[in-house]
DNA sequence: GAGTGGTCTAGACCACGAG
DNA sequence: TCGTGGTCTAGACCACTCA
């Protein structure tokens, strides 16, 4: 037997998919739904939580419930691609760079193979579309490879992304680590999602040559509107050997 | 102000972590742990689903909840590596095979490059540990290169995948497609895990050299136990040419 | 200040599991 | 049958937004 909640949570998921509740558009408040459907307000609530889980709906508030623009679902390519591909399509998204100076600590210092303590340059990219926040990625450079001062905050996202490949050596080894988990506080409030939607969490290590970790990537895509491909192209001397 | 829930869940949180609650150990009744905490039953059930997506918790209706007992946590490996690694580290795991013929439809059709109603073998895999399930993959390939018959039910996961690899030809290129979802209602209940717990689903098409599709695979990892590693290796040709 | 969502209560009734 | 979790109610009080 269906519950209340997800009988609920179905009926408003088929209006807003058949558009009988456009994008943007308020949702009658709480208490009115909760009396159209004849059930408590924490029920409504818990219907409005499974869309809200879904990236469906946003709750503000003091203001209410709106049904959410369809944002753009991007794509992080991975793989083996030339380096300046190596980065997400974010052709409908204006980025917004904050640079400043850190210290490398704990999991950050052990990615970057440095000492805790040692100086870096912090590079946060806040993908908007619409003025409304897309997706988060924080990318940690030593210091003496990119110092803060040359990557001015006046910057935009383009020129910070060729302003690095200039400065650095060239990467040979990108290690990607994908997983995912429910946002941090942070996170949530800066996505402007809610707390039960998970991420896709990557984290990216990039190496030169020598084996010196020249780039460190903490990258945080809200699951409603991102994927990740990866695409691997075989040798013939890799065939397996069937022994 | 940290919510009553959020407190309860921390202090909970802490209680498992610290080892003061055992893995596999019962926990107290709702209506005791709120009469404990002083708290409403609903309060306390707010709590105990956070810790329950968070994968710490699991319930089972009519006996009570239950710590987790840690699961391995697996890293599926990716990218440029050979055919036969290509896969899950999945040591500890036991994967138990089950083999039926079914047909392309949809999604799958299209994966495959296949029309509607081709014959396919599904091979379907479940990875448990300690008799728990852990993951699930369903692999899917064309009835002519893998009949069903070929491979028997009775085959154990490692002859399966041998046999697989003895009867197609040898895959030139795998595109994996990595996205965050929730899990559906089937594989939540196979898995045994919270509906609000998401899952790292892998979509992954291997091609020959002639660029036919071999295999289609889809993976569903509970994100509690799994993550995913992408290693690239840049050759000298690819380095960035910044004109 | 009016209206909204956020949190919480105290209890009801139902469904499942095990003895 | 008993104890457990699953769902739901009707309403209280607080915090936020906006006019």
Redesign the interface.
Known sequence: MPSRRDTIADDLRDRIATGRLKPGERLPSEAHLAAQYMVST?TLRNALAVLQ??GLVEKTHGKGNFVRRPLHRITYV???????E?SMDLAPLSVTVHTTRVRARGHLASLLKMPTGSPLTEILCLAHEDERPHSLARIYVPCDLAPAAVLRDSLPYEAVV?RL??LRP?????????????PTPEEASTLRISS?L???AVTRQTADTTGRVIEAALLALP?DR?????????MID???T?T
Chains 1, 2 share one sequence.
């Open positions: 924490p889980a879904e991975g793989g083996r691609r030339t380096p300046d190596h060729t490949m200039e060239p990467p040979a080894e990108v290690r990607e680590e994908i997983s995912v988990r429910l039960a998970a991420v896709l699951g991102a994927d990740a491909v990866f695409t691997t192209h075989y890799e065939r397996p069937n």
